[in-house]
């Protein structure tokens, strides 16, 4: 069975190809007897010219080292003062990092740049004593030896990192119990090493070329077996949020799982490969596979965002669009942050003064922007309380207007005099808003003022006429529905309608209070009555002063009550 690739996913995995494959060239020693310039070196930070100011530093200059096949510059980054003698016989320092060499050749490992602190301390929390640093292992038998880094006084100096004495001691052991065991079949063992490119064996290339290729291959039959397992769930459409996830995840988990299946197969040691080639295809797989689970992420980000806003917008929820869309940019910027400072500490960088200089720089921008901070929570408030939502007729203060936009910083605002008022997120959230659309009934609420010629029976006809009126209209709720004489007014006798109307928009509400009042009308003239106007009433009269006749008469019945005791002022005597 032929398996069919596309050609853009072709293009993708030669890409990949020359990519991990790179890895060989790192591990290519020079030929020939090249002499180092330690004035270059010296420009390394810590100024130690071989870089051991840090174990990240050690490490690397140690590999490189060993690449060159300069073992006296190697035996510099071991500690002295310990010599390993056994069975009456000393192994010269000189030898020593040939034969440590040779043990990590057979079982061995090197932990990568990005796996080993690039700080002057070390990995305080890594269970060792301060001055020690775990960077690899070695193995023989069934013996396994960890391979530890020690920070040691230089000179008088700065202190550097070194092959601790006890590492290097326990390594001529494991080179001595090697000695006396077959040499085991590894799968390059049976290769001819045949001619070699820049000092490297052929059958070397051809096996990191072999793995790459393999693995590309695998990533993407892998990725593709997607399709049947959708027929096979019924995922014909292939609508789902897994589906769409998946499909938009594609060339990253192509690339991740190429890396993976990559550095698993270089760091068998049934496939013998050597330490250096394993070290620098290993490292290059992890930068590779940091690409690939960063890309992967920024792809959840984007799904998970566009996932959101369909729902959201589903729902109606508009306001929160704007919201979603920069939280979606702020995890993707954080993402580009932190793969950012994977890679630069990977490689020797130490960012851990810049991230402290950053996080004062933070300190410093976020107190000279606190409004900014101010508006973006005031924003994130409006879509978790929704206020109002966009389309929304709102009054806020003393304005009024359709909300047009709820952005990061700011909210716009149509006002009934068509301009655009932009309103800051922070005062918007804070101020009392009243949203006229979320209403679900609209108030009919007006008041009647009647002349005061009407008479009681007129008034009684037209609270009973009113309130059959109210109840038989299709648009107004009967609870409550009220028609009540409330007051006598300056200058009118008041009744007052108190009812709720069914509307969808303040417009139709418009046409049914229309409605409503034109019947109020008919219904006043109906009965014979009329609406008062504002008016003062003045009579005119000549003053008779007081009646004494009247005047007489009540006094002698106050007398007689109080005699009586009948009188309804029980103080009075």
Known sequence: MILRLPIAALTRALIALLVLTAAAAAAVPLSGNTVVDEQTDSA????????????????????AALAKGDYERAERFFEKGLVYVGAGESIPLTATANEFHKVLDRAGTIATPAEISPSPEGDLNDGLAPNLERFGTAKARDTEVELLAKRVEHNGEAPIWLVSAETRAAMATLSRVNAREPTEQSLLNQV??????AGTPISHWLVLLLAAGISIIVSIALVSLRRPFFRLLKWEREETRFAKFIDASATPLRLLIAALLFFAIVSSQSLGLPLLARYYSIFLAQIVAGIGLAWLVWRIAETASAYALDRLLQQGQNTAYSIVSFLKRLIQAAIIVVFAFVVTRSFGIDVTAAVAALGLGGLAIALGAQKLFENLIGGLTLVADRPVQIGDFCRFGNALGTVEDIG???TRIRTLGRTVLTVPNGEFSATKIENFTSRDLFWFHPTLNLRYETSPEQVRY????LRAMLYAHPRVSNEPARVRFIALGAY???????????????????EVQEDLLLRCIEIVNKSGAGFAFPSQTLYFSRDGGIDAERTRTAEEAVRTRCDSGSLHFPFRQ
């Open 44 to 63: 390394k930070a810590g100024g130690d010219p071989l870089g051991r100011n840090t174990p990240q530093g050690m490490v690397k200059g140690l590999m």
């Open 192 to 197: 001819p090493d045949g001619p070699s490119i």
């Open 408 to 410: 990061i910083r700011s």
């Open 462 to 465: 037209l609270l009973q006429e």
């Open 492 to 510: 009118s006798i008041d009744l007052e309608i108190f009812a709720y109307v069914y509307a969808n928009s303040y417009d139709e509400f418009l």
